[in-house]
Nanobody, 115 residues
Framework: QVQLVESGGGLVQPGGSLRLSCVAS????????MRWYRQAPGKERELVAT????????NYADSVKGRFTISRDNAKNTVYLQMNYLKPEDTAVYYC????????WGQGTQVTVSS
């Protein structure tokens, strides 16, 4: 079965940084693009970042461009999201996702940005 397990969330002050990880299993990780989404209570799910299968191309939501970096290590079946200069509006549950061709989701990891 496809499994996606996120980790690395927590409480951070505005301007701080966090690095999220997602370990994948149950499929050939290196064949697929990976995505990070986030969802805050009462708000729609937002696509944050996408990375192609070899890691050569990345795309970001305008809201995080210049602050977040998505990367992957295919040897470790892991995709990362480095988040810098965090803002309170970044507070959300962050999920990794793979489309193959249907969507699979991890359990999410909570990120809270507050002073």
């Amino acid at each position: 079965q496809v499994q996606l397990v996120e980790s690395g969330g927590g409480l951070v002050q505005p301007g701080g940084s966090l690095r999220l990880s997602c370990v994948a299993s149950g499929f050939t990780f290196s064949r697929y693009a990976m995505r990070w989404y986030r969802q805050a209570p009462g708000k729609e799910r937002e696509l944050v970042a996408t990375i192609t299968s070899a890691g050569s191309i990345t795309n970001y939501a305008d809201s995080v461009k210049g602050r977040f970096t998505i990367s992957r290590d295919n040897a470790k079946n892991t995709v990362y999201l480095q988040m810098n200069y965090l803002k309170p509006e970044d507070t959300a549950v962050y999920y990794c996702n793979v489309f193959r061709p249907s969507d699979y989701w991890g359990q999410g990891t909570q990120v809270t940005v507050s002073s």
